[in-house]
C-alpha cells in the first residue's frame, strides 16, 4: 500500500491542523492505521492509531484531548484532527500502515511537516 500524507504547514500556538492521509493499492479498510511524528533531534514517537472499521483509537498519553484520528474507508483516508497545537508539537508527522498479516507498522507514508509557532 502507498501512502500519501498531507495537511501540515505553519500554525500559531493554539490553533489547529487537519492532516490527511491517502492510501492506495490495497484494500484499505484491511489495514490498521497510525501516526507518529519525529521531531528535530528527536527519535519518532507513536501519535495515535485506529482500528480498521475505525471503532477503536488509542492515543500517546500526552496527547489524548488534543489529537483526535478518524478514517474514512469510502476515501481511502486517514485523518489526524490537531487542535490547541504547542510549539512542541512541530514535527515531521508520518501516516503508516499495518498489514493484515502483520503487527508492526509495515507501510510509511512521506511525512509532512508541522511547524507551530510561539
Known amino acids: 500500500v502507498q501512502l500519501q500524507a498531507s495537511g501540515g504547514g505553519l500554525v500559531q500556538a493554539g490553533g489547529s491542523l487537519r492532516l490527511s492521509c491517502v492510501a492506495s493499492g490495497r484494500t484499505f479498510s484491511n489495514y490498521v492505521m497510525g501516526w507518529f511524528r519525529q521531531a528535530p533531534g528527536k527519535e519518532r514517537e507513536f501519535v495515535a492509531s485506529?482500528?480498521?472499521?475505525?471503532?477503536?483509537?488509542t492515543y500517546a498519553d500526552s496527547l489524548k484531548g488534543r489529537f483526535t484520528i478518524s478514517r474514512d474507508n469510502a476515501k481511502n483516508t486517514v485523518y489526524l484532527q490537531m487542535n490547541r497545537l504547542k510549539p512542541e508539537d512541530t514535527a515531521v508527522y508520518y501516516c503508516a500502515a499495518t498489514a493484515p498479516w502483520s503487527t508492526a507498522y509495515d507501510y510509511w507514508g512521506q511525512g509532512t511537516l508541522v511547524t507551530v509557532s510561539s
Open positions: 485506529i482500528s480498521k472499521s475505525g471503532g477503536s483509537t
